[in-house]
């Protein structure tokens, strides 16, 4: 061991040490000699047979810390190769007096204030004396000084009891209190009762001072309270009772008693920063205000630490304090939120298909947000608007966000039009998913048509079934105009090629195939029309809550939830709470699905929606010139007219919409055509027409599949352009399921252009199924697979391992034609 001692405090207790057994080296006088003293203790020491058993490096000057400092040290070596004291800061001569002097902290602190090198050993041993409290730890069953303070200020039933019967302790515990906190007891009382009360007072007022930076009110000087050597005992105590169930309620009661007792918020009014530690109540709402300026001067770091070390306050915890804060927590992330998205956003919106991704994998985390931010306001009361401030900046930003957003999409809509080409189109989900899976006889299956789920709840919803059992998510693109009647009848087989929308009596009517698919009747018609008595249909929740009897011949069970859109109708502000119970509903039905046989579980939805809380009164889109019959929710209008400064028009051909109209006009902004609107759909918006598809597995027990599965695509050792047309990819597949290893995994694989077209297939033939064009990979196994490339392209592409069945990537290898057509 070395001993580094620049105060020369230890030499002597060093010295010491030195026996038969135990070398001491001394580096005080002579360095060369005590080098070659310490080697050659370190050859004795290290013989096999030899009586020394420890050497002991005594060096006096401070501790090697940096490496170019221990390459002049000559007994660094010696340091590193055994142990070295000081270690760390917890062996510094003030820390091990106070590990020696447990009960006399306060005492121990204030000899060392008055000696800037530390006092010396014996002026530390003389404190306290004999004093042990002997008759506060008989009565109080305890041994260390912390012990009797907390049990002095919160005593149990038992010790409560002893303090009342026995004597003596009174006496002891005022030296007692002096000795640890520097209090002197100024009550005559000798009942615990009036010890406590000033202890208690004495004790939070403390704090208080000690985590005040700035000078207290002069009205408050004369209040006893604690020397600054008591802090860390003060604090320590304060901490327990606040965090400890069985102290919290009574240090609630005793704070917000001495806050009123000292008439502290009056007194303290003009302090805007009273430290960190929250001791009385109206500190508490003093930071909260100061979390609420962060937000509203956009200093989020400061509402981010404000909320981190108050995230567990003792105030919190009472209702009102929890809505506030929870509200502040959810304006912090929508705000970061959107600052975050719109520094990123000018490197995704130079093409549709790149802003769509960018909805996808962030901004639609954003509506998430916004969604929570609104609930939290839905469930708050604020009759001082105090909140108000925060709602404000908050909604703000996300406005601002959403306007941006909204004029790129409009853009790329009247150029690139909808729905985006070489992706999946709402009116193709029933033919594309569940058409295929009906031509096999008993593969039973349930259609979830959910109203109103926009993309970012199909998030939600995804991790919520991850849980139970394989789920897919992907994007499909919704049937313009956003509405429920148009929604709904594109889920239909067929939609893609024969919905079409016709005017009758001023009013918009989706046909498929020149029959009238407004209502639900109608719409369930068309599939009984198909199947028979292979359908049932019924809505979601009396599937859930009741006992069904469905015929064995069912193979397509329809279930239809109409919550979320009719709640948010009737009553936006009160309504979103709501929504996790539409969830829970999916849940549930599925799980009650898997005990009914059924293998597959479709969850659709017609639209998203928006929500314009934000909206003032100002927001509402002037109409353009033209004559517009159709008005689709005041967010599209379907006719005939002329493109001005507010909106855009374009033709209805160009938007995916076959009627009685050529054109389509929809406003530039998320504004509606009409004001009042805080719950919207209908028009052309990514979190109006962006919804989610889930494609649920739900006989994971009789066909089990792999885990999780990662697929590896590369091309000549990571080369990223092809030279010929015929390209060789190796693909490898991985499982980290112990139990799938002998699972195979179907995997799909397609070259694909930048707008989702397919330029190159597998050759059919050998691991390649002729009929499917997929191949079958056993976890830990490779294989090369030559894909044929379509002669007519060049440029950019993307090789696609997909799952066969929902077509969702598992891989992406980005690469480029070499060559010339």
Same mark, same amino acid.
């Given at each position: 061991?070395?001993?580094?001692?620049?105060?020369?405090?230890?030499?002597?207790?060093?010295?010491?040490?030195?026996?038969?057994?135990?070398?001491?080296?001394?580096?005080?006088?002579?360095?060369?000699?005590?080098?070659?003293?310490?080697?050659?203790?370190?050859?004795?020491?290290?013989?096999?047979?030899?009586?020394?058993?420890?050497?002991?490096?005594?060096?006096?000057?401070?501790?090697?810390?940096?490496?170019?400092?221990?390459?002049?040290?000559?007994?660094?070596?010696?340091?590193?190769?055994?142990?070295?004291?000081?270690?760390?800061?917890?062996?510094?001569?003030?820390?091990?007096?106070?590990?020696?002097?447990?009960?006399?902290?306060?005492?121990?602190?204030?000899?060392?204030?008055?000696?800037?090198?530390?006092?010396?050993?014996?002026?530390?041993?003389?404190?306290?004396?004999?004093?042990?409290?002997?008759?506060?730890?008989?009565?109080?069953?305890?041994?260390?000084?912390?012990?009797?303070?907390?049990?002095?200020?919160?005593?149990?039933?038992?010790?409560?009891?002893?303090?009342?019967?026995?004597?003596?302790?009174?006496?002891?515990?005022?030296?007692?209190?002096?000795?640890?906190?520097?209090?002197?007891?100024?009550?005559?009382?000798?009942?615990?009762?009036?010890?406590?009360?000033?202890?208690?007072?004495?004790?939070?007022?403390?704090?208080?001072?000690?985590?005040?930076?700035?000078?207290?009110?002069?009205?408050?000087?004369?209040?006893?309270?604690?020397?600054?050597?008591?802090?860390?005992?003060?604090?320590?105590?304060?901490?327990?009772?606040?965090?400890?169930?069985?102290?919290?309620?009574?240090?609630?009661?005793?704070?917000?008693?001495?806050?009123?007792?000292?008439?502290?918020?009056?007194?303290?009014?003009?302090?805007?920063?009273?430290?960190?530690?929250?001791?009385?109540?109206?500190?508490?709402?003093?930071?909260?205000?100061?979390?609420?300026?962060?937000?509203?001067?956009? #200093?989020?770091?400061?509402?981010?630490?404000?909320?981190?070390?108050?995230?567990?306050?003792?105030?919190?915890?009472?209702?009102?304090?929890?809505?506030?804060?929870?509200?502040?927590?959810?304006?912090?992330?929508?705000?970061?939120?959107?600052?975050? #998205?719109?520094?990123?956003?000018?490197?995704?919106?130079?093409?549709?298909?790149?802003?769509?991704?960018?909805?996808?994998?962030?901004?639609?985390? %954003?509506?998430?947000?916004?969604?929570?931010?609104?609930?939290?306001?839905?469930?708050?009361?604020?009759?001082?608007?105090?909140?108000?401030?925060?709602?404000?900046?908050?909604?703000?930003?996300?406005?601002?966000?959403?306007?941006? %957003?909204?004029?790129?999409?409009?853009?790329?809509?009247?150029?690139?039009?909808?729905?985006?080409?070489?992706?999946?189109?709402?009116?193709?989900?029933?033919?594309?998913?569940?058409?295929?899976?009906?031509?096999?006889?008993?593969?039973?299956?349930?259609?979830?048509?959910?109203?109103?789920?926009?993309?970012?709840?199909?998030?939600?919803?995804?991790?919520?079934?991850?849980?139970?059992?394989?789920?897919?998510?992907?994007?499909?693109?919704?049937?313009?105009?956003?509405?429920?009647?148009?929604?709904?009848?594109?889920?239909?087989?067929?939609?893609?090629?024969?919905?079409?929308?016709?005017?009758?009596?001023?009013?918009?009517?989706?046909?498929?195939?020149?029959?009238?698919?407004?209502?639900?009747?109608?719409?369930?018609?068309?599939?009984?029309?198909?199947?028979?008595?292979?359908?049932?249909?019924?809505?979601?929740?009396?599937?859930?809550?009741?006992?069904?009897?469905?015929?064995?011949?069912?193979?397509?069970?329809?279930?239809?939830?109409?919550?979320?859109?009719?709640?948010?109708?009737?009553?936006?502000?009160?309504?979103?709470?709501?929504?996790?119970?539409?969830?829970?509903?999916?849940?549930?039905?599925?799980?009650?699905?898997?005990?009914?046989?059924?293998?597959?579980?479709?969850?659709?939805?017609?639209?998203?929606?928006?929500?314009?809380?934000?909206?003032?009164?100002?927001?509402?889109?002037?109409?353009?010139?033209?004559?517009?019959?159709?008005?689709?929710?005041?967010?599209?209008?379907?006719?005939?007219?002329?493109?001005?400064?507010?909106?855009?028009?374009?033709?209805?051909?160009?938007?995916?919409?076959?009627?009685?109209?050529?054109?389509?006009?929809?406003?530039?902004?998320?504004?509606?055509?009409?004001?009042?609107?805080?719950?919207?759909?209908?028009?052309?918006?990514?979190?109006?027409?962006?919804?989610?598809?889930?494609?649920?597995?739900?006989?994971?027990?009789?066909?089990?599949?792999?885990?999780?599965?990662? %697929?590896?695509?590369?091309?000549?050792?990571?080369?990223?352009?092809?030279?010929?047309?015929?390209?060789?990819?190796?693909?490898?597949?991985?499982?980290?399921?112990?139990?799938?290893?002998?699972?195979?995994?179907?995997?799909?694989?397609?070259?694909?252009?930048?707008?989702?077209?397919?330029?190159?297939?597998?050759?059919?033939?050998?691991?390649?199924?002729?009929?499917?064009?997929?191949?079958?990979?056993?976890?830990?196994?490779?294989?090369?697979?030559?894909?044929?490339?379509?002669?007519?392209?060049?440029?950019?592409?993307?090789?696609?391992?997909?799952?066969?069945?929902?077509?969702?990537?598992?891989?992406?290898?980005?690469?480029?034609?070499?060559?010339?057509?």
């Amino acid at each position: 061991m070395v001993v580094y001692d620049p105060d020369r405090r230890y030499k002597g207790l060093c010295v010491s040490l030195e026996d038969a057994r135990v070398r001491v080296v001394d580096a005080s006088d002579s360095s060369i000699e005590s080098r070659l003293a310490a080697i050659e203790a370190l050859r004795e020491i290290g013989r096999p047979k030899g009586d020394l058993g420890a050497v002991l490096i005594y060096v006096p000057k401070a501790r090697s810390e940096t490496d170019e400092e221990k390459q002049v040290d000559p007994f660094a070596f010696y340091a590193e190769s055994g142990a070295v004291f000081p270690r760390d800061d917890g062996d510094d001569y003030l820390s091990l007096c106070l590990r020696a002097k447990p009960d006399h902290s306060t005492e121990v602190r204030r000899v060392f204030a008055g000696s800037p090198s530390g006092p010396p050993f014996s002026v530390v041993d003389a404190i306290g004396g004999g004093a042990s409290w002997p008759q506060l730890r008989a009565a109080l069953k305890v041994e260390s000084g912390r012990e009797i303070l907390t049990a002095l200020l919160s005593p149990t039933t038992r010790q409560a009891e002893a303090l009342k019967t026995q004597e003596g302790w009174s006496d002891e515990s005022r030296e007692f209190l002096s000795a640890t906190l520097g209090m002197s007891v100024k009550t005559r009382g000798k009942t615990w009762t009036a010890i406590a009360d000033e202890l208690w007072r004495f004790v939070l007022f403390s704090e208080f001072v000690f985590d005040l930076p700035v000078p207290l009110p002069e009205s408050l000087q004369s209040v006893p309270r604690a020397p600054d050597e008591a802090r860390p005992i003060i604090e320590d105590v304060c901490d327990g009772l606040r965090n400890s169930p069985g102290t919290r309620n009574l240090y609630i009661e005793r704070a917000e008693g001495i806050e009123a007792e000292l008439d502290l918020t009056p007194r303290c009014s003009f302090i805007e920063d009273l430290g960190d530690r929250d001791t009385f109540p109206f500190e508490e709402r003093t930071f909260l205000k100061a979390a609420i300026k962060g937000i509203t001067t956009n #200093n989020t770091d400061a509402t981010r630490h404000v909320l981190a070390r108050h995230k567990n306050s003792v105030w919190r915890g009472k209702g009102e304090s929890h809505a506030q804060w929870e509200l502040v927590r959810a304006g912090l992330g929508l705000v970061e939120a959107c600052d975050d #998205n719109e520094r990123q956003l000018s490197e995704h919106v130079r093409t549709q298909a790149s802003l769509l991704d960018f909805y996808l994998g962030s901004l639609r985390d %954003v509506d998430r947000l916004q969604r929570e931010f609104e609930q939290a306001i839905g469930d708050f009361l604020d009759p001082h608007d105090l909140m108000q401030e925060v709602i404000d900046q908050a909604r703000a930003r996300y406005g601002r966000l959403v306007e941006k %957003v909204q004029s790129a999409f409009v853009k790329h809509l009247a150029a690139a039009g909808w729905p985006p080409q070489g992706r999946l189109a709402n009116a193709n989900v029933f033919d594309q998913f569940l058409a295929g899976r009906l031509k096999e006889s008993g593969r039973r299956v349930a259609y979830l048509m959910v109203d109103a789920l926009r993309y970012e709840l199909g998030v939600a919803l995804e991790k919520m079934l991850s849980e139970d059992g394989p789920v897919e998510l992907q994007a499909a693109y919704a049937q313009l105009p956003t509405i429920t009647p148009v929604g709904m009848a594109s889920l239909l087989p067929g939609a893609l090629s024969d919905l079409s929308l016709d005017i009758e009596a001023d009013a918009l009517v989706p046909k498929l195939n020149g029959v009238r698919v407004t209502n639900v009747g109608q719409r369930m018609d068309v599939l009984r029309r198909r199947l028979g008595d292979r359908l049932h249909e019924m809505t979601l929740n009396d599937f859930v809550r009741s006992k069904p009897k469905i015929s064995e011949t069912v193979d397509l069970l329809v279930l239809r939830s109409t919550e979320i859109d009719s709640q948010l109708e009737n009553n936006p502000e009160t309504t979103l709470g709501l929504i996790p119970g539409t969830l829970k509903l999916i849940r549930v039905a599925l799980h009650k699905l898997r005990g009914m046989g059924y293998k597959d579980a479709v969850i659709v939805t017609d639209h998203g929606f928006f929500l314009n809380a934000q909206a003032e009164a100002g927001d509402v889109c002037i109409k353009p010139q033209g004559n517009w019959p159709i008005n689709a929710h005041d967010r599209m209008l379907l006719g005939d007219g002329s493109a001005d400064t507010h909106s855009t028009v374009i033709s209805a051909e160009k938007l995916g919409i076959r009627g009685d109209f050529a054109q389509v006009a929809l406003p530039h902004s998320m504004a509606p055509y009409r004001a009042g609107h805080l719950y919207f759909h209908g028009g052309a918006s990514l979190v109006e027409a962006v919804v989610p598809l889930l494609l649920v597995r739900l006989d994971t027990e009789k066909n089990p599949t792999a885990g999780r599965v990662t %697929v590896t695509l590369s091309y000549k050792n990571g080369a990223k352009r092809i030279t010929t047309r015929v390209p060789v990819i190796d693909i490898q597949v991985q499982s980290d399921d112990m139990f799938s290893q002998d699972v195979s995994v179907e995997v799909l694989i397609e070259a694909q252009d930048a707008n989702g077209n397919v330029v190159g297939e597998p050759r059919p033939g050998g691991d390649v199924n002729p009929a499917t064009r997929t191949l079958n990979l056993m976890p830990g196994h490779s294989k090369q697979i030559a894909l044929r490339m379509d002669p007519d392209f060049e440029g950019k592409f993307s090789i696609q391992a997909l799952n066969p069945t929902t077509l969702a990537s598992l891989s992406v290898l980005a690469l480029e034609t070499d060559y010339t057509v």
